[in-house]
């Protein structure tokens, strides 16, 4: 990423409890700046099996990268982070939208809906065709807003999330899918978040749960401890959080992701150069672009502003 100044690492305290009183330990950094590239900040890469050092919050039950780049860098690093995922973006939005099936129906109404992270906004393509009106989504790289199909790019607002371009209470719905791992202060935008919805209007988000089965038996080695995650959820955690920042009706729960079989393949522990060889062979014979379920622990909370 930026070859001419070495990234500056700063301490942080437990996101949540804004604290390090119960942290300890979880797992030493093993970031070598040389081996990050433009694709280390993008999602759906390869993982590089590159992490900061984790601390685990035990009242918090959070894990949280510290020392960590500061916001600035990140923004630099996401600005630039390369896209690639288009089709797995697509299959990820069906996913979403499925899951949200039962929810949109306890909306206020369809008019206003917030995507934190919309990456080439396949979501709000999903949103439009549910008819919703007013769908805005925010992302901080430029390559997946360029790859944005024509209809939906005038809809992504590049940058950074400021919660002062939009007017308070005027989203029924704000989602953000894998994305609050991303952010320096996950409570800052959460409380955006909440000034922003209108009352009765639900917040989404998916994360990765690091007390997931499948984490726990791929230890370090799982994708989920990457330079980009800044901090890691559990159930308890992410409940904990949305409590904190004021939301009501709190559900979190493990969900399926869907996706082609070659975007399964990047996420399994074995070497670099087979991974490619046999994420290009398994896409020659077509095998590859098979969809396929898969529950790798991820988790959907969802929360509604009361008033
Ligand atoms: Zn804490």
Redesign the pocket.
């Known amino acids: 990423m930026c070859h001419n100044n070495t990234m500056k690492l700063l301490p942080r305290l ?6 390090s009183e ?2 300890k330990l979880f797992l030493e950094s093993n970031f070598e700046e040389e081996k990050t590239d433009s694709f280390s900040f993008s999602s759906r890469k390869i993982p590089e099996l590159m992490h900061l050092r984790m601390l685990l ?1 035990q ?2 039950d ?1 894990l949280y990268a510290s020392p960590a780049p500061s916001a600035e860098m990140l923004e630099f690093a996401y600005k630039r982070a390369g896209f690639d995922s288009g089709e797995e973006a697509d299959c990820a939005s069906y996913t979403y939208i499925h899951l949200l099936s039962e929810i949109l129906k306890s909306l206020p109404d369809k008019d206003g809906a917030l995507d934190i992270g919309t990456g080439d906004g396949a979501f709000l393509e999903r949103l439009l065709e549910r008819g919703f009106n007013n769908v805005i989504g925010i992302e901080p790289s430029e390559a997946p807003i360029n790859s944005a199909k024509k209809h939906i790019s005038p809809l992504i607002v590049p940058g950074s999330f400021n919660p002062d371009d939009f007017a308070d209470r005027s989203f029924s719905l704000i989602t953000s899918f894998q994305t609050l791992e991303h952010v320096e202060n996950p409570k800052e935008v959460l409380s955006a978040v909440i000034r922003l919805l209108k009352p009765g209007g639900v917040f989404v988000t998916v994360s990765h749960n690091f007390r997931s089965y499948s984490a726990r038996i791929m230890g370090s080695k799982s994708p989920i401890y990457d330079i980009e995650h800044l901090q890691l959820f559990s159930l308890t955690s992410m409940t904990g959080m949305l409590k904190k920042c004021g939301f009501s009706e709190i559900k979190v729960y493990p969900v399926t992701n869907t996706y082609p079989l070659h975007y399964w393949m990047k996420m399994l522990p074995m070497p670099l150069s087979l991974k490619k060889a046999s994420i290009g062979l398994s896409k020659k014979v077509k095998l590859g672009y098979l969809k396929v379920p898969f529950f790798a622990g991820n988790m959907l909370a969802c929360c509604r502003k009361l008033d």
């Open positions: 437990c996101p949540i409890c804004d604290s119960h942290s919050c009242s918090c959070l």
